[in-house]
């Protein structure tokens, strides 16, 4: 990796660190410069502008969500089974880039319509993998699924909501979160024995 690239990651942190804290628009460019330890003419060597800046952070994590969990998708295993590796890679990604995610999911009306539309366009892309899970798992007769968008939109709130609380610190891996909301999904979603469908 060069050492351009390095910076500009080292830039991505800290513009996700702040935006998070303060809020995109009360974050100035000084603010993002002198966080570096730059005067802003080196920093506009890197960034143009701070709408830049967010829509590069932005696309960022979600490209991070949707190239670790569509090779799950695309797997030959059980719909239960790529659930769960699913939600573990959610967070894994999510615990590992916490400030971008709450950007994320907080700024999108920061931006210019036509860059909106292209992190929704990705955004949409990634709730379809979750939802090819669950209406596989429906199709196969594992899950009581009678709408796979709205149970995704289930699956999604239960995965991003620990970008408010979770710590590191913490008493809980995030592997082992991972695996304690595997267990009470699939547990909401999986047929019983002897159950009709629909039920």
């Not at 009360?26 to 060597?45: I, P, V, W």
């Not at 994590?61 to 695309?74: R, S, Y």
């Not at 939600?87 to 860059?115: C, N, Q, W, Y």
Request: hydrophobic content about 45%; some cysteine.
């Amino acid at each position: 990796m060069t050492t351009a690239a390095v910076r500009e990651g080292e830039i991505l942190a800290a513009a996700a660190r702040l935006f998070r804290e303060k809020g995109y628009h009360a974050t100035s460019m000084q603010d993002l410069a002198e966080a570096m330890g730059m005067n802003r003419g080196s920093f506009y060597y890197y960034i143009r502008t701070k709408e830049d800046l967010l829509f590069r952070l932005m696309r960022q994590a979600i490209q991070a969500f949707i190239e670790a969990v569509t090779p799950i998708v695309e797997q030959p295993l059980d719909p239960r089974e790529k659930l769960r590796r699913a939600i573990a890679t959610h967070l894994r990604v999510l615990t590992g880039m916490m400030d971008a995610v709450a950007v994320f999911l907080h700024e999108l009306k920061s931006l210019s319509p036509a860059r909106q539309r292209e992190i929704v366009a990705l955004r949409d892309r990634y709730e379809a993998c979750i939802r090819a899970i669950l209406a596989e798992g429906a199709q196969a007769g594992v899950f009581r699924i009678e709408s796979p968008k709205l149970a995704g939109f289930v699956v999604l709130a239960v995965m991003n909501w620990p970008y408010h609380w979770y710590s590191p610190d913490g008493e809980l891996a995030p592997e082992e979160l991972a695996g304690a909301f595997a267990h009470m999904l699939l547990r909401g979603f999986e047929r019983r024995d002897g159950e009709e469908e629909g039920q």
